[in-house]
């Protein structure tokens, strides 16, 4: 089969989607350890009890962890896809940029372009 752009424009997204649920993981963990550290140098009467509490340290494991995580494998399936080699991976990577809110529509991109490329892949 002829090789054609899409394995190549479907690896770029999930690369470029795998970075920028990097670049939100790293943030949201940066803004969760400084409005901790911001909480305990105001102590604890500055929020009342009826008032919510800002993030926590807590929400980098639950938000920003996952993202950096989903990340990685984007860019690895991404790398895999310029290669044309392994589209199981390259299709997974794709899809773990489709579960970060800042790479939905790169990530969803990147399925259909792997996807719709199944066939120019090595075996």
């Known amino acids: 089969m002829e090789k054609t752009w899409k394995p ?3 690896g770029i997204c999930s690369i470029v989607g795998g970075a920028l649920a990097i670049v939100g993981g790293v943030a949201f ?29 807590n929400a980098f494991v639950l938000f920003g962890l996952p993202a950096i995580i989903l990340g990685v494998v984007a860019i690895i399936g991404g790398v895999s896809g310029l290669r044309r080699r ?25 399925v259909v372009f792997i996807a719709l490329a199944r066939g120019e892949f090595e075996r």
Do not use: D
């Open 86 to 110: 392994h589209w199981g991976l390259a299709l997974a990577g794709a899809i773990c940029a489709v579960f970060t809110p800042m790479s939905f529509l790169l990530g969803a991109v990147a």
């Open 29 to 57: 963990g940066l803004l969760g350890a400084w409005v901790t550290g911001m909480r305990g140098m105001w102590g604890p009467g500055m929020w009342g009890p009826g008032m919510m509490m800002p993030l926590t340290g």
């Open 8 to 10: 190549v424009a479907g």
